[in-house]
C-alpha cells in the first residue's frame, strides 16, 4: 500500500449519546475527511453527529445498541461495502467487531479512551480478556490510560478543534474574574473537591466567581457544599453549555480536579484559548499540563494548596497571561486535531501494511 492511497475508514461507537466520545469521533472524523480519506461514523446522537459531521465528506449510520452495529456492520460485508479499516470506540462497539470481523475480514483498531480494565465485573473481565486479540492495534489516549490498562498500544493523545469566537481566533485578554469549571459532577471528577479549593482560595472576598458548567449526580451535593462552606452567594451553576469556547475564552482560569482524568479534553481545549489551568496533580494532567509547569498542579488531598494556586493566578495577571501563552504553545504543537488525525493515519498505514 502506497503512503499517499486513500483509505475508507469506519469509526464506530455503541450510542445514541453525544458527549465526550462521540463528540471526539465527530470531530475526527472530519479531519480525516479533510485528508482527503473516506469515513463513516457508525453511532452517537442522530441530531449532534448529522450537524457536526462535514456533510460532504463523512457518511453518518446511527446505531445506538450492540445489536444494530451488528446489523450495520453485516449488512456492509454481505453488500461488499467494507472499509480497509474498522475503528472502534469503547467496549460494546469492540464486542460487535468482534462478532463480524469474520465477515468483514478488515483489520480492526480500538481506542482505550478510560483508564480502567475492560468490564464492570469480574465474570465480564475474564471474558473480555480475549477482546485484545480481536484487534490489529490497540490505541490509547495518554500513557497514563497504557500504563493503568497494561495493554500493547499505539499512545496516541487525542487533538481538539482551534476555537473561534464570531469567526475571529480566540485572544487571552478581556477576561473576567471568573474560575471556571467544565466537567461531569461525578464522584470521578471530584467536582466536590472544587467548592473546598475555591473556599481556600478566599477569592470571593476579591470579587472573584466560581462557575460550574456540567451536570451529575454530584449535583445536588455541590448546592449544599457552596452552602455549608459559606460561598453559595459567588458560585453559579450553569448545567450543560453549549457555548464552552466562548466561556473559556471569557474566564481567567479553569479548575480541573480529576486526579485520575484519562486525558482531559476540557484541559486541553482550555489550553487552546491560552486559559490557564490550575489541576489535581495525575492522570493525563501531568502529560497535558505538567510538561509546561508543575507549579500549578496541586495534591488532590492539599485543597488548601489548589486554592493558593487559584490565589496566585488571580492576583498575579502578568504570571497568568505568560502561563496562558505557555499552555496554547504547547497545544498547537501537540494537541491540534490535524496533528492527531495525522497520527491516526500513520497507525492506519502501519496496520495495513503488516
Wanted: with cysteine; proline share 6%.
Amino acid at each position: 500500500m502506497t503512503s499517499t492511497k486513500r483509505l475508507e475508514i469506519l469509526h464506530v461507537v455503541c450510542s445514541d449519546a453525544f458527549t465526550g466520545v462521540e463528540h471526539y469521533i465527530a470531530y475526527t472524523a472530519n479531519a480525516l475527511s479533510m485528508f482527503g480519506h473516506g469515513v463513516t461514523v457508525i453511532g452517537g446522537d442522530p441530531a449532534a453527529m448529522s450537524s457536526t459531521l462535514n456533510p460532504s465528506g463523512v457518511r453518518y449510520l446511527p446505531a445506538s445498541s450492540g445489536r444494530s452495529v451488528v446489523r450495520v456492520l453485516t449488512s456492509l460485508a454481505i453488500r461488499r461495502r467494507q472499509p480497509d479499516l474498522v475503528h472502534v470506540h469503547m467496549t460494546e462497539a469492540e464486542l460487535a467487531a468482534g462478532i463480524t470481523k469474520p465477515l468483514l475480514r478488515r483489520p480492526v483498531v480500538t481506542t482505550l479512551h478510560f483508564a480502567r480494565t475492560r468490564g464492570s465485573t469480574m465474570v465480564r473481565r475474564r471474558l473480555f480478556r480475549v477482546l485484545p486479540h480481536v484487534f490489529d492495534a490497540q490505541i490509547a489516549i495518554s500513557s497514563y490510560v497504557a500504563l493503568t490498562t497494561k495493554q500493547d498500544c499505539f499512545v496516541v493523545p487525542p487533538g481538539v478543534p482551534t476555537p473561534t469566537l464570531n469567526g475571529q481566533p480566540e485572544r487571552s485578554d478581556g477576561r473576567q474574574p471568573v474560575v471556571l469549571v467544565a466537567q461531569r459532577f461525578e464522584p470521578e471528577k471530584r467536582t466536590l473537591s472544587a467548592i473546598t479549593v475555591w473556599a481556600a482560595s478566599g477569592l470571593a472576598e476579591q470579587g472573584w466567581e466560581l462557575h460550574l458548567a456540567g451536570k451529575g449526580r454530584d449535583d445536588l451535593a455541590l448546592r449544599h457544599e457552596t452552602i455549608r462552606l459559606g460561598v453559595d452567594q459567588s458560585v453559579r451553576f450553569l448545567g450543560f453549555v453549549d457555548d464552552l469556547p466562548a466561556r473559556m475564552q471569557a474566564a481567567s482560569i479553569l479548575l480541573a480536579t480529576a486526579d485520575r482524568e484519562p486525558f482531559g479534553l476540557s484541559v486541553v481545549e482550555a489550553m487552546a484559548t491560552a486559559l490557564p489551568v490550575v489541576a489535581a496533580r495525575g492522570g493525563g494532567h501531568l502529560e497535558t499540563v505538567g510538561p509546561v509547569t508543575s507549579d500549578f498542579l496541586y495534591d488532590p488531598t492539599d485543597t488548601e494548596a489548589g486554592g493558593a494556586a487559584l490565589r496566585r493566578l488571580a492576583l498575579d495577571p502578568v504570571v497568568r497571561q505568560a502561563y496562558g501563552r505557555a499552555l496554547r504553545s504547547r497545544y498547537q504543537a501537540e494537541y491540534t486535531v490535524d496533528r492527531h488525525a495525522r497520527s491516526l493515519i500513520d497507525v492506519y498505514r502501519r496496520v495495513l501494511n503488516g
